[in-house]
């Protein structure tokens, strides 16, 4: 149980147009759900959190209109790249809370991430 | 702001040693610590929660093991096996946000 999927897999686009990544949370319903972004031999760095029905919350430096986030199902959020440019160039991950799991008892569930390469 | 640490970054041993990996974290007051296992390209796939009143938790040949009060977990991996290859990363959960802070990971080859 407790399956994120995320799509796509990879995508390469060209710089300027916009990109968007699918997180879907398959057998558990998720209230929050997390957006990370991973450089070569870096750690994950939490870009922003999602939660249904409301705005999502940005870390700090993470430029909320380059990076929309829109998460309007229990089931689904969605990360938008826009305007993409080289350095935007990345791994993004997501990650699901079961809603059935209090808060501070419950594991993150992750998908499996999308290689970004913009040209 | 928490802060977590793993080490070593790399780590190659023969196939059927046992081997630990470890985490550092700065702040201690942790709601729980999570290990993770990324394969190259891949996503995490996680591998055992501790939560903080607990002190270690086992799934087959892992065992995880925290000190809250030192700020360590290590991760205990037994007869290794050469699909055990891969980068290690703990992540632990604290702040008012609960926040999930992850350390950079521990790259480990088990050579056959």
């Known amino acids: 149980g407790a399956v994120v999927s995320q799509h796509p897999s990879w995508v390469i686009c060209k710089s300027g147009t916009s990109v968007k990544i699918e997180c879907r949370s398959l057998?558990?319903?998720?209230?929050?759900m997390f957006w990370y972004r991973q450089f070569p031999k870096q750690s994950l760095m939490l870009m922003a959190t999602?939660?249904?029905?409301?705005?999502?919350?940005?870390e700090q430096g993470v430029e909320k209109d380059k990076f929309l986030i829109n998460h309007a199902s229990l089931t689904l959020s969605t990360l938008t790249v826009t305007s993409a440019h080289p350095e935007d160039s990345s791994f993004y991950i997501c990650?699901?809370?079961?809603?059935?799991?209090?808060?501070?008892?419950?594991?993150?569930?992750f998908g499996n991430g999308t290689r970004l390469t913009v040209t | 702001k928490q802060e977590v640490t793993q080490i070593p970054a790399a780590l190659s041993v023969p196939e059927g040693e046992n081997l630990v990996l470890n985490c550092s974290f700065t702040?201690?007051?942790?709601?729980?610590l999570q290990w993770f296992r990324q394969d190259p390209g891949k996503g995490l796939t996680s591998l055992l929660l501790?939560?903080?009143?607990?002190r270690e938790q086992t799934s087959g040949r892992l065992n995880a093991s925290l000190d809250k009060s030192s700020g360590r977990s290590t991760l205990y991996i037994a007869a290794s096996q050469p699909g055990d290859s891969a980068t290690y990363l703990c992540?632990?959960?604290?702040?008012?946000?609960?926040?999930?802070?992850f350390g950079i990971g521990t790259k480990l080859q088990v050579i056959p």
């Open positions: 501790i939560q903080s009143s607990q």
């Open positions: 057998d558990f319903q998720a209230t929050t």
């Open positions: 990650s699901a809370r079961d809603r059935e799991r209090p808060n501070y008892n419950s594991p993150l569930h």
């Open positions: 992540a632990v959960r604290s702040g008012g946000y609960q926040k999930v802070t």
């Open positions: 999602s939660n249904e029905g409301s705005k999502a919350t940005y």
């Open positions: 702040d201690s007051a942790i709601y729980n």
